[in-house]
């Protein structure tokens, strides 16, 4: 939100009170706290009629500096609040003297200095971050009553911001303007389904603005020279996060708001869905998952969406009897072909539904302030919202979830969570404004708490469109509704490497596009796209997306990047225990894998797939594609050939292929299966060695789903690798990547493979 008529004049309308003079810093219980009044006081009269700021530095751990602006402290807050996670026993260190006041956390600190000038400047290790300088810090009144504090800033000379939720403007978020508030607005507009008040800077840092209400950033778009943040009423808290690296940053900023847990083996299989509105039942359901199998693709899960339940009556947990009439068989019988499910669900309750005069008369719908409930006819006629701040009505609508979980269906898809009316009461009073975008961890939450229930830590996954900063606690998240072209596609990986460089490890979307029907190329290049993420997913809204509906050829690349994908389980079940040990995500932007590299800071059409793996989705009717290599020799995983940076490649690939690069240096483990993600994966493992240099010294985790696995100690000397394991597991084997002839197994019972180059 701008306040700013050019630099020198506020917006006709709003009167800005702005920190001015330092007067005054104490320090006391680990914080540090500034007395900034509007205007230098020469006298003591100048204190009279003189509006002042206050400004607390504080620190919940190592490397994180927390800053609170008040103008007028004594309002109430409602809440809800985001859930945050200080380290235990953590104090910061706080030195006030005649010139000025320092906080430190670790390496990182900040220093306000006493006089006549407003400047509080955030340095790590005695680097310059970032600063809050002149005209920064302000509390603005408006004409029409609203009320704003704000913070700005500095951005360094080619520095660069990224992340605030998954949005699908461009990449780097300099010049733009950020409102963070949910929305479904699709994914070719700047309204973003999932907003996150957080932000990374390649220079090493993030800033989070702690506040689930509406937050708007100008990103170098009202002062060129700095990031303004700003939020209604009369108070702003925000943390700085230091790196030094943009993975250091993350794996703070998710230690601070919540990491993801691991997910079920089986949930990394490809996931074929009903897609919306097509006409399905339990045959046309078992013909398109026998087709799968039939055409030698492997399939882990069936997804049903919205029309598994009656018509105007979504969301009541019941399944339409005149399409099927034995769910319970159904399941069972998807369960025995070795298949996982999926229904559809989402939080209103359709007035048709015998559920909503239940829910009404209980209270478990959000009301209004004259005590009705809230509806509308926007998605379901008549439909009112399940108020998510009564533990009476989530209990409810978690027995609903369990029954079904009871029936055989095995996870949720959780749709919507984005209109959230702020004209309402909350059963426990919470501020309409700060539930609008908190609403969609709390409904992902109460249906993550059910799934985890009934099948354990680390076997709940959801696959839900809506979240806000702590959402990557209730995984999957897939990227909404995409029209099927390419622009679509690429706007779609913009959306999914925001998002992970916003704390999300894991990430998906529909395969060819939502919105339409997907023309056989666009088709083919989607899928090789979405069997290279963290999750995959067939999905469309009017059209199936079984790949014999588009030619012979989209079979096969089905078939080709499926099993490919089963194979590098042991690898991407590896990048998985990064997601949950260091919030790091497993589609990575190639500024957090290449921070030095000044080229990978603009590049959002190719990334990272964990640490070694390159991906360069194609996205042209012709096969052309144009990509960035870093240093280095990279080695193409589908046809050997090695590729020389740092440099651009234009290159043209048929629709089996597309650059899957291996970074060098690398041990890449493949698979002894491509048939189902869910299986022993350090069972017949080959570790691949990919341009190994002399003196190389690495680790590699194989994990298993239910243990530690294997590790495995590579080293080189000379013309030798020397490979041990840390248990006598057999079969497993050392190969020189594209050359078959150089393989060794180690004999049952061995832990050291010896192989020559």
Known sequence: MKFTDGYWQDRPGAHVLRARQVRSITAGDGRMTVLAPTAVVRGRGDTLNRPALTVTYSSPAPGVIGVRVEHHAGRRSAGPSFALAAEPGHVPDVVVDDDAGVLTAGDLSVRVPLGDAWEAEFRSGGRLLTASRAKAVGAVTTDDGGEFVHEQLSLAVDEHVYGLGERFTPFVRNGQVVDVWNADGGTSSEQAYKNVPFYLSDLGYGVFVDHPEHVSFEVASEVVSRA??????????????????PKDVLARYTALTGRAPQVPAWSYGLWLSTSFTTDYDEATVTASVDGMLERGVPLSVVHFDCFWMREFRWCDFEWDPDVFPDPAGMLERLHDKGLRTCVWINPYIAQASPLFAEAAEAGHLVRRPDGGVWQ???????MGVVDVTS???????????????????????????????????????????????????????????????????????????????????????????????????AETLRGGLSLGLSGFGYWSHDIGGFEGTPDPEVFKRWVAFGLLSSHSRLHGSSSVRVPWAFDDEAVEVTRTFARLKMALMPYLAGVAREVTDAGLPMARAMVLEHPEDPTAAFLDRQYMLGGALLVAPVMSGDGVVSYYVPEGEWTSVLSGEVVTGPRWVRERHAATSLPLLVRPGTVLPVGARDDRPDYAWDEGVVLRLFALADGHRSTVVVPREDGPGTTFTVARDGDEVVVEADSGLGGWGVQVAGDAATLVRAPEGAREVRLQL
């Not at 898809?413 to 609008?436: A, C, L, N, Y």
């Open 228 to 245: 303004q943040m700003s939020v209604p009423g009369q108070v702003l808290q925000y943390y700085v996060v230091d790196g030094p690296t």
């Open 376 to 382: 509308w006819d926007m998605w379901q006629a008549g």
């Open 391 to 489: 533990p009476a009505a989530r209990e409810w609508y978690q027995g609903h979830l369990r029954r079904l979980l009871a029936m055989g269906v095995d996870s949720f898809k959780t749709d919507f969570g984005e209109r959230i009316p702020t004209d309402v009461v909350w059963h426990d009073g919470s501020d309409p404004q700060r539930m609008h975008n908190y609403y969609a961890q709390a409904y992902n939450e109460m249906v993550f708490e059910v799934l985890r229930e009934h099948h354990g830590e680390g076997g709940a996954v959801v696959f839900a469109r809506a979240a806000t900063a702590g959402g990557q606690q209730m995984p999957v998240h897939w990227g909404g509704d995409c029209f099927s072209t390419f622009e679509a596609m």
